[in-house]
């Protein structure tokens, strides 16, 4: 009756070029023994551009530059310089941030809603936050005259390719070291369009080197010689793998990993914000996140009641092309992620749950997966255990708040949690009781600068972001 | 209407004899989070519609108008031109729609009664000592059934806040009964004047006693104390009128009031009526904008679509 | 051809977000200019200026504080010529914008700092955070006129409080063109509100005033004057900042002294159970 015309934002903001090369000390060049590949648009399959693909030498001259930086420029300059710089960087995002959320959204699949309204000012505000730490390290509470640790390896992911550079590079920058940081190969334009920021900031030659690639030139990075400190977000196999190589070395590491998060409604709870809790949980970008709310924990005697209104809701998610500012889900970023969300998903309904998505008509090209729950769903499932990474919920029900703790901490991760009850005494008995880095109560997936991000268990170690994001990268 | 709302219906129509039971039931109403609500509704204000949703959304709009004139310097004269420009609110372009209701105080109704007869537009008076509801429940009756007399189809009561905030739930309910049993046949609307009731958690209460003792229409606001309708308040009432449909079978109406000036504000709450409880309530019989100046921005709008070209408000008359 | 005739500017009070005359209609001259000689009751009105923009500013969130600190940086940075002219040295100039580049940071950061969990001995979860005092009377130092101004001004406000500042009596030209600065930086009107003329007038009236929540008397050189200001300030219990030393050095970094000495601890309880 109230049909939505279509509401493209223009893509015209933004120049891609055909091809890109390496970002090392200061300027692009093409690799010496790598190789090259294309990025494409999941939404339409379409090439974007051809990223070159950093060989075991371009990480050499990468590494080697970043040395040189930290150790005749970034190292002795003073903090508020350092600052100066971060805070041009932050400027000049905020003044770009339509290109870079329209490029994001393009490489990425998420839909420009979220790029424009989340993923853009988080960046510009964490470069903010960091910048204002680089001239009062003494004050972080890490003793009278903390210190870099010297050139970071930074490996990234491709949920929020901008955010979670920014995650990486505005902490250590701050801090005094000088980085080399691998986008991910499914999501390298924005860290490249990043680099001519830096460019513009007139940051000097070799603070920041970004060097595009696949798993290889991962591997390569992070087993360096001449890294001081590896940081990586991604999967829990990859973590563990990264911990391994490096042990034995000097080396110090923060890993964010995975999550299967619990989100867990109780009876009297804001029912109504609560669904909206749970369907942000779970379908905020595609559900490519790793703090997902992604299994539901509802108490039994509101049960039918909450699944009622979270399918009623979900049926107003409207999926479909990212550049669409009413697109609530986009695409899932590539053909391999679309494998495992469907595999799992398949395996959900072959071990006995029942599958639920609203009626959607998905595009014909690109990589699409319709909003999906799982109901009736045990701890043995798979689909209760495994990190899905998609736009799929698995719904179990709890009776006492004991039970909600012991099903919530039964998984070896322990990124996240979410509670919904209007009982802040309650609120405060689970979180004391909860396996998770970040609790959120009452809301879900926020995000700040300022706040702490991080897991326990074997969704990794180390803080980003807040006063405790700097210890990663500080020599203490 | 299935067994179990039927069952549940009389259930709730019981509520209203003991004032245990109405405070029992609308405090073990679910909360409302107001961070999550306020939320909510700003995302919704994000969606953006353009081209053909628009024009549609213009149209839509204007019959769900609630031509408004509330003031102690009205005159037959000017409620007589407002009811002709509800009427034919654009005389250049026969193609745009009448408005829903002209809605005026009860000394005006004769007077836009005469104007009004056989246009389909609907005559709301307010009425109950419009706007504190200060006076005696038989001079408020006796308003009601004075503007009804004198031809009004919807009337606009005001509940007795004091009342409602001190916790005298049933001395509310029984207002708005003996106020829907005065209407007569005409619509009830049931202004809760949410600017007065200072949380969600109220206005959640306050819709449901109103729909609980017959009101066929809540409204947020009179317009005359400093907050009138806003999108969290509406949203929390649109949730209120679909979980009682839900429950009794029985669909309620929603009229926001005051405050809502512009196309763009009115097409970010026709996107959350859409989609919060649907197109069941996307008709001027179940939603309403209480406004004055409203109507004239969307004009000016309808006719930018239509013609290309940003008019201006000396184009349109004043009301 | 003739030479131009200069159009000069006539330097005002800035309160509430506007440059007003003195209501009385005084002025005094500075470096060839007029300058208002503000009253008692420009002082007042300055307070209720102040006093109306506390919710507002302490309501805001510290990211915006600190990006509009910030931006009054940029807007320093970019009339760095015009505080040439009046005689600030250029490196002043510098330290200045620095500063407020400086004390932007802390607006998101201070609460880390300052603040935290409390470990107590039961089923509580106890938190403490830093809250912003108030109206804050501020005594400038009569100088380094800029620079000794946003050392003063800026620890105040980046937290949250707004002030009332007595800029220095014999160089106020810096103060009434900082007002400037503050004007086009986003800062909500009343937040800072300056006035010029004789602190004689002015910090007795300001550390007298029931309304007025801390009072910083860095600028008081007349040792009298200073306790007869603490001992009014006394009355409602005003926060008082002693005034600096004579051979305070302003160019070195200023710690966190004048940012927590204008703020109120706020602990919190809450009982932690099913």
């Known amino acids: 009756m109230f049909e939505y015309a279509p509401a493209p934002e223009s893509r015209s903001v933004v120049d891609l070029k055909p091809s890109y090369g390496l970002f090392i000390d200061g300027t692009f060049v093409d690799p010496t023994d790598g190789d090259s590949f294309k990025s494409i648009n999941p939404a339409s399959e379409e090439v974007l551009a051809e990223v070159a693909e950093a060989g075991p030498q371009d990480v050499e001259r990468a590494v080697r530059a970043a040395r040189k930086a930290y150790d005749k420029v970034w190292g002795p300059m003073s903090g508020r310089d350092r600052a100066k710089y971060l805070y041009r960087i932050a400027r000049l995002i905020q003044e770009r941030s339509r290109e870079l959320a329209v490029l994001e959204s393009l490489d990425n699949g998420k839909p420009i809603r979220e790029s424009r309204d989340v993923d853009l000012p988080l960046v510009a505000a964490h470069f903010f936050y960091y910048a204002g730490w680089a001239d009062k390290l003494e004050h972080s509470g890490f003793g009278a005259n903390p210190r870099p640790i010297g050139v970071a390896a930074q490996v990234i992911p491709w949920n929020f390719p901008l955010l979670m550079l920014a995650w990486k590079i505005a902490p250590a920058l701050a801090a005094g070291n000088t980085v080399v940081l691998k986008p991910a190969e499914t999501t390298p334009l924005t860290a490249l369009l990043f680099a001519e920021i830096c460019q513009q900031a007139e940051l000097p030659a070799g603070v920041v080197n970004i060097l595009t690639g696949a798993g290889d030139t991962g591997r390569a990075l992070v087993e360096h010689q001449g890294v001081d400190k590896v940081a990586f977000t991604g999967s829990t196999d990859v973590g563990r793998a990264i911990a391994r190589s490096i042990a034995g070395t000097r080396k110090k590491l923060t890993l964010e990993l995975g999550g299967k998060a619990a989100n867990i409604v109780f009876d009297d709870a804001p029912i109504d914000q609560a669904v909206e809790g749970i369907v942000n949980g779970i379908f905020f970008n595609q559900g490519h996140v790793c703090c997902a709310g992604s299994r539901l924990l509802v108490q039994e005697n509101v049960a039918d009641r909450v699944l009622e209104s979270l399918k009623r809701r979900m049926a107003q998610l409207r999926v479909g092309d990212p550049l669409d500012k009413n697109t609530d889900v986009g695409a899932i970023n590539s053909a391999a992620q679309l494998e495992r969300i469907r595999e799992l998903s398949d395996a959900g309904s072959a071990e006995g749950a029942e599958r639920w998505s609203p009626p959607c008509d998905l595009p014909d090209r690109g990589f699409w997966f319709a909003p999906t729950i799982f109901t009736g769903v045990t701890q043995a499932h798979r689909i209760a255990r495994e990190e899905i990474f998609g736009p799929v919920l698995s719904v179990l029900t709890f009776r006492t708040p004991a039970e909600a703790v012991e099903k919530a901490n039964n998984t070896p991760y322990g990124l996240s949690a979410g509670i919904w009850t209007d009982k802040g005494s309650r609120i405060l008995w689970m979180a004391d009781r909860l396996r998770a880095g970040v609790v959120w109560a009452n809301t879900f997936n926020k995000f700040d600068p300022t706040s702490p991000f991080g897991g326990y268990k074997e969704s990794g170690y180390g803080r980003e972001g807040g006063r405790h994001g700097l210890e990663g990268y500080l020599n203490v | ?319 | 051809m003739s030479e131009r005739v200069a159009v000069r500017k006539t330097y005002k009070l800035f309160i509430g977000g506007k440059f007003p005359r003195s209501e009385s209609g005084r002025s005094y001259l500075v470096q060839s200019s007029n300058v208002s000689l503000a009253s008692r009751k420009d002082a007042r009105d300055a307070v209720v200026a102040a006093r109306a923009a506390v919710k507002g500013w302490a309501g805001a969130t510290a990211y915006n504080r600190g990006q509009i600190l910030y931006r009054a940086a940029e807007m320093l940075e970019g009339r760095r010529e015009q505080f040439v002219a009046l005689g600030i040295p250029g490196d002043e100039v510098d330290a200045a914008v620095d500063r407020w580049v400086w004390y932007a940071g802390w607006a998101d950061k201070l609460a880390q700092v300052y603040g935290g969990a409390n470990p107590v001995a039961g089923p509580y979860f106890n938190i403490s955070a830093p809250e912003p005092t108030g109206v804050v009377a501020v005594v400038a130092p009569e100088r380094p006129a800029l620079l000794g101004l946003v050392s003063v001004i800026a620890p105040a406000i980046v937290t949250g409080n707004t002030v009332v500042v007595a800029a220095s009596p014999s160089e106020p030209l810096a103060a009434v063109t900082l007002a400037e600065v503050l004007a086009t930086s986003d800062l909500p009107g009343g937040v800072v509100n300056i006035l010029t003329g004789a602190i004689t007038e002015t910090a007795p009236t300001l550390a007298a005033h029931m309304d007025v929540n801390a009072i910083d008397l860095t600028g008081v050189t007349d040792a009298a004057l200073a306790t007869d200001l603490e001992v009014k300030a006394a009355e409602n219990l005003k926060r008082v900042l002693r005034p600096a030393p004579a051979d305070h050095d302003w160019s070195v970094d200023p710690g966190l002294d004048r940012m927590t000495a204008l703020l109120e601890t706020k602990t919190v309880w809450h009982p932690k159970g099913v």
């Open chain 2, 1 to 319: 209407m299935t067994a179990t709302t039927t069952s549940a219906r009389s259930e709730l129509s019981e509520l209203g004899r003991s004032e245990t039971a109405l405070r029992t039931f609308l405090h073990g109403l679910p909360g409302v989070d107001q961070v999550g609500a306020e939320q909510r509704a700003a995302q919704l204000g994000t969606r953006s519609i353009k081209t053909t949703a628009k024009a549609q959304a213009i149209d839509l709009a204007i019959r769900m108008v609630d031509l408004t004139t509330l003031e102690g310097a009205d005159t037959p004269g000017k409620v007589r031109a407002l009811a002709a420009k509800a009427i034919r609110p654009d005389p250049a372009d026969p193609s745009c729609p009448h408005v829903g209701a002209v809605c005026v105080y009860p000394a005006m109704v004769p007077y836009v009664a005469e104007v009004l007869r056989g246009s389909g537009v609907h005559l709301a008076s307010v009425a109950t000592a419009f706007p504190s509801g200060q006076a005696p429940l038989e001079i408020k009756l006796a308003d009601t059934r004075a503007a009804v007399a004198a031809g009004a189809d919807e009337i606009d009561m005001v509940i007795n806040r004091g009342a409602f905030l001190s916790g005298r739930y049933k001395e509310v309910y029984d207002e708005i009964v003996a106020t829907k049993e005065a209407s007569g046949d005409a619509h009830l609307k049931v202004i809760l004047e949410t600017g007065e009731l200072a949380t969600y958690d109220n206005v959640r209460r306050a819709s449901w006693l109103a729909m609980l003792a017959g009101g066929d229409f809540i409204k947020t606001s009179t317009g005359k104390v400093p907050i009138a309708a806003t999108m969290p308040v509406s949203l929390v009432m649109l949730e209120a009128v679909r979980d009682f449909r839900e429950a009794t079978g029985r669909q309620v109406g929603v009229k926001p009031a005051g405050g809502i000036k512009t196309t763009k504000d009115a097409i970010k709450y026709l996107v959350m009526v859409n989609e919060t409880v649907g197109p069941d309530w996307l008709d001027p019989d179940w939603f309403r904008f209480g406004a004055s100046s409203l109507l004239n921005d969307l004009l000016m709008q309808r006719t930018k679509l239509t013609t290309g070209t940003y008019s201006g408000p000396d184009y349109f008359t004043l009301d």
